[in-house]
C-alpha cells in the first residue's frame, strides 16, 4: 500500500470518527488509544484521550475521555476497521503516536500532528466531487463535532442531557462519573443508530427545510393520531364479540357442562 493511499484512508476515516463520535479534530489529535471492537457485523470504533478542551480541573485532565463512534453502516463495508488499521500502519512507519501532517511536493510524512487546517483541505476535496467547488467552501473539519449532534437535535430521541453527553459535555444537575464511563456512551450509540436509520429510512431528511421537516412532522402526527381513533374504536365496537370474548365463552360453557355432570353423579 502506497502512502498516499494510506494517508487518505486514515485522513478519510479520521474525518468519519470525528463525525460519528461528535469530537473536534483536535480532539483526534490528542487520542492516547484507539481500537476497533467487533461483534458479527457491528463494528465500534473506540477511543481514549486524557486531554480535552473543556477538562478544566486537575482531576478532569487525568481522567482518560472515552469516544466511541459506529464503525459500519449497514451493508456498507466497515470503515472503522480500514481507518485504524491505515493509522496503526502509518504509526509504525513514522514511529510517532499521532497522524502527522503531509508534505505533498516532497511525499513524505512530517514530524508535526496534522492541522485542522490540513484537514479541512482534504474534507473539501473529499466533498468535492459530490457537492461541487462552491458548495464545499463552507464546510471545514470544525464541521464534523455538529453533524450528528443536529441530526439528533431534529427528532425527539434523545433528551436534551443525552445530546449534551453525546457532545462529550454534561450539565451540573446532570454531573457525574459516567462521563468517563465507556458504556455510558456505548448506551447513546444505539440511539445514534436509531437516526441513522430514520435517514435511512427516508424518516429524517437532514437536508430538508425547516417548512418541510415540520409538514412531514405534522403529517406523521395526523396518521398517529388516526391509528389512535382506530384502535380506539375497535375495542369500543360492541357490535362483534371478539375472539377473546369467544374463548371465554368456550371455556365458561365447557366448566358449566363438567359442573352439571358432576351435580348429577350419585
Known amino acids: 500500500t502506497s502512502n498516499t493511499n494510506l494517508l487518505r484512508t486514515a485522513v478519510s476515516g ?33 477511543a481514549e484521550s486524557s486531554k480535552h478542551k473543556t477538562s478544566k480541573s486537575k482531576e478532569d485532565k487525568t481522567r482518560l475521555l472515552p469516544y466511541t463512534a459506529l464503525g459500519k453502516f449497514d451493508s456498507d463495508d466497515a470503515w472503522g476497521e ?45 466533498l468535492e466531487p459530490a457537492l461541487g467547488q462552491d458548495a464545499i467552501a463552507q464546510f471545514s473539519s470544525h464541521s464534523c463535532k455538529p453533524t450528528v449532534l443536529t441530526w439528533c437535535g431534529m427528532t425527539d430521541v434523545f433528551t436534551r442531557e443525552e ?10 444537575s446532570t454531573k ?25 429510512e427516508n424518516e429524517l431528511d437532514p ?12 403529517r406523521s402526527e395526523l396518521q398517529e393520531n388516526a391509528d389512535e381513533e382506530s384502535l380506539e374504536s375497535d375495542f369500543e ?30
Open 176 to 200: 457525574s462519573a459516567t462521563t468517563y464511563n465507556r458504556d455510558a456512551q456505548l448506551l447513546l450509540q444505539v440511539k445514534v443508530a436509531k437516526v441513522l436509520q430514520m435517514i435511512g
Open 14 to 46: 479520521a474525518l468519519l470518527f470525528c463525525v460519528f463520535a461528535s469530537a473536534r479534530w483536535s480532539d483526534f489529535a490528542r487520542l492516547e488509544h484507539i481500537w476497533v471492537d467487533r461483534h458479527e457485523e457491528l463494528v465500534l470504533v473506540e
Open 82 to 126: 480500514s481507518f485504524v488499521n491505515a493509522l496503526n500502519e502509518i504509526k509504525e512507519i513514522t514511529g510517532r503516536p499521532f497522524l502527522p501532517s503531509w508534505n505533498d511536493r516532497a511525499g513524505t510524512w512530517g514530524v508535526s500532528p496534522m492541522t485542522t487546517a490540513e484537514a479541512s483541505l482534504f474534507l473539501k476535496e473529499l
Open 237 to 266: 365496537d360492541t357490535e362483534v364479540a371478539s375472539i377473546h370474548s369467544k374463548l371465554q365463552d368456550r371455556k365458561s360453557t365447557r366448566l358449566n357442562s363438567s359442573h352439571v355432570k358432576r351435580s348429577r353423579m350419585p
Open 207 to 218: 437536508d430538508a427545510s425547516r417548512a418541510a421537516r415540520l409538514s412531514r412532522m405534522l
Open 163 to 172: 445530546r449534551t453527553m453525546l457532545g462529550h459535555h454534561i450539565e451540573a
